[in-house]
């Protein structure tokens, strides 16, 4: 009965609940956005949390150079590196044009498990580098739109610089345009630059701009390879850990660095921690006046509407209880009511949602605390529905209800 009640209040009034299903899902909707932006400013912070807050240094080395040559000048630092390979691929005739030459060299990102780990870009098909087959290829995920065609199951040879030894890589996954790589520096052409925080640790490629293409493969899988030669070419984004050592010792590696390497920059992991959560904390300032602003809006609206709703059914309620309901059943009514708006406003919500991560890039995605906020606004909202007619309702009798829409 109490289900029918609802259910018929629903067809009853559908100019109005289609007004309060939209105000809904839009407060659903822009508090599930405000938390993703919120939580976006630490997720890209975290990976690099142990790092940032040690001793050393932050720097973009912009010229390849040898991963032993550089670890030994450091004087026992303890490193973490961007590697770039230099590999051919698919190459079958040595007479072409330089710039037929050019496709045949991928942008090859050779990254270390920590830097696997710390990002998982979106990708058009496949998995990330973090979720390897096994079977007796290397394994790589390559940049959408390159020259070959490449796709999610292609098996490719790549050769070394020299041309004499050969791998075959199979491919596992493609990327989404516009999508991070850790650390190399390459892909350049869509960031802003030398942000000095966390973020200088990401860089887009963009096909649309870039002007050549790329490989990601892990740094274990070229290590068992007959490609590896015993050396690595360190090349973008490196921490340089100094943990334990003394002022001076840290003063001579800034001086190596900056001498031996000349990075674009070099920058104390201090001035980065600082600048990170400045960037952080700008942020919060400017959402949470929003957010604030949200809430309160939902409940002025929410008592509003229900005031609105109530009032224009207090003869529904008072024929309800003379039928033998109690006003807490009307109350109940109107729970259930609202709860089938709040399923109605929270699916729009969701299909709104996941049109939007689809069709554009966003820091919009799915976690725990984003349906949290949506919930916790939908719980306020199914409260006040509850006891908002036991207020306006409670103490009057049906008799002057009915009475008063004579």
Known sequence: MILKSALRQLKKNKFMNTLIVIQLAAVMSILYTLVCTVESRMVYYKPFADEINSQGYL????????????????????????????????LTSDNISDDEQDKYHPDTAILSEKWINAYTPQLQSGSWLNNLPEDEYI???????NP????????VTIFNEEG????KVKIIGTMDNKQYIVGYSAFSQTDVPNRFNFFDMYYT?????????????????????SLYDGDFAVRGMCFI??????????????????????????????????????????????????????FLL??????????????????????????????????FISFIYSLIMSIIAGVISFAAIFIIMQTSLTVIKS????????????IIYLILSAVMPLVIIGKTQPKEILNKDK
């Open 59 to 90: 720097c973009n080395i912009d010229i390849p150079v040898s991963e032993n040559e550089i670890t030994k000048n450091l004087n026992g630092a303890k490193c973490e590196f961007t590697y770039s390979g230099f590999y051919t691929v698919n």
């Open 139 to 145: 394994h790589a995920v390559v940049t959408p739109d």
């Open 148 to 155: 070959f065609g490449f796709k999610t199951g292609d098996v």
């Open 164 to 167: 004499n030894l050969s791998e």
């Open 205 to 225: 490629f963009n096909s649309q701009v870039e002007d050549g293409w790329g490989l990601c493969i892990p740094k274990s899988e070229i290590e068992k390879s």
């Open 241 to 294: 850990i100094c943990d334990g050592m003394s002022e001076g010792k840290v003063n001579e590696i800034y001086e190596s660095l900056s001498y031996n390497y000349s990075p674009t920059y070099t920058k104390s992991l201090d001035e980065i921690k600082t600048n990170s959560f400045v960037y952080i904390n700008e942020q919060l300032y400017i959402l949470l006046p929003i957010a604030i602003c949200i």
């Open 298 to 331: 939902l409940l002025i609206t929410t008592i509003s509407v229900i005031s609105i709703s109530i009032n224009k059914q207090l003869k529904t309620y008072a024929t309800f209880y003379i039928c033998g309901a109690k006003w807490r059943d009307c109350a």
């Open 367 to 378: 976690g725990i605390f984003e349906v949290a906020a949506m919930l916790i606004a939908v």
